[in-house]
């Protein structure tokens, strides 16, 4: 059933009228900046401080950031990190606090906020170190790189997701179905830094890079992250359009099928990055079809900044825009 949604969803996007859409749940970091700047987390109630219960903790949070379920994620993180800092040694338990730190990285990013990313992506990078996983460590690196994307260090941060696309390909503690899917992770976000960059040649090297690399294997079980062919495309995408190609960005969306992408949060960033395209192509309808879509893939994926930002600019054709206004107010834009 969900699959047949999906693919509806995206014949809504390309052909057809527009759609209604549900409400949207605002998410809060206030729990997890508390326990970022004043320690206030505990370990929660019935949770087990042992190797078995925090790989769930991992698990289970890894789980809630794939189903874009980010409000339940940013309240059980804090309680989740405390639980694997109570592990003893500190060495068996720090991939783990990195593990929760890296999803925490993510999570802000998601959300807007900057000055947590850059905490976050710091202790996660920190704790694997000291876990000394080769996979953990990549990821860290991943969202370091990202760190000072948004910070505006461009050039910085691209040469950070390529070294550690390197130092992961040369690991061999590891199966290589994960090195390769945390080598696919890292040229692609590599690649996605370059476009913003505005260096057209590095981008399209770096994204084809991770489509062949991407062609060597697929994700396994184990990997940190989603990966794979599909995952590339996702990317491609972005650097398209953030090398201001709309028009073949759109025509690359055409050719993804949304329902084969792991995740919820894969399917409604994918209708969000579409919903962009069509915006700097000029398209409203289109665009709003495309959020429409992605807050019925993923409804909590729709409070971020960019599709406030959409959404407020579709505003001005209200009229032509049936719902328009609700879905803005759900998004978190402040309608009058």
Not at 95 to 123: H, M, P, S
């Amino acid at each position: 059933m969900r699959r047949r949604e999906l693919l509806a969803a995206a014949a809504v996007v390309f052909t057809t009228p527009l759609a209604g859409a549900t409400t949207a749940e605002a998410s809060t970091l206030a729990p997890l900046e508390d326990h970022l700047l004043y320690g206030t987390a505990t370990v929660p109630r019935h949770s087990e401080v042992s190797p078995a219960g925090v790989a769930a903790a991992v698990k289970a949070s890894r789980q809630d950031f794939r189903a874009a379920r980010y409000d339940a994620l940013a309240r059980n993180l804090p309680g989740r990190i405390a639980q694997a800092q109570a592990l003893e040694p500190a060495e068996l338990s720090a991939t783990a606090v990195a593990d929760l730190y890296n999803i925490a990285t993510r999570l802000c990013i998601k959300l807007g906020e900057d000055g947590l990313v850059a905490i976050t992506a710091d202790r996660a990078l920190t704790s694997a170190r000291i876990g000394g996983d080769a996979l953990t460590i990549a990821e860290a690196h991943r969202m370091v790189s990202s760190a000072w994307r948004r910070q505006g260090h461009l050039a910085r941060a691209t040469d950070i997701a390529v070294r550690a696309a390197q130092d992961v390909r040369a690991d061999r503690s590891n199966p290589e179905t994960a090195r390769l899917s945390a080598n696919v992770s890292l040229l692609a976000t590599a690649a996605y830094t370059a476009a913003k960059m505005g260096d057209r040649p590095t981008a399209h090297a770096l994204i084809g890079e991770a489509a062949e690399a991407a062609e060597c294997g697929r994700t396994s079980p184990e990997a940190h992250t989603d990966t794979g062919t599909q995952q590339v495309l996702l990317h491609q995408l972005s650097v398209h359009y953030l090398l201001g190609d709309a028009g073949q960005a759109i025509a690359l969306a055409k050719t993804i099928n949304p329902a084969a992408l792991p995740t919820a949060e894969r399917q409604g960033r994918f209708f969000t990055d579409v919903a962009r395209c069509f915006d700097q192509w000029g398209k409203p309808e289109q665009c709003y079809r495309a959020l429409l879509a992605a807050e019925r893939a993923a409804p909590q994926e729709i409070r971020r900044g960019s599709v406030k930002s959409l959404a407020s600019g579709l505003l001005r054709h209200d009229r032509a825009l049936p719902g328009v206004r609700a879905f803005a107010g759900r998004a978190g834009v402040a309608v009058n």
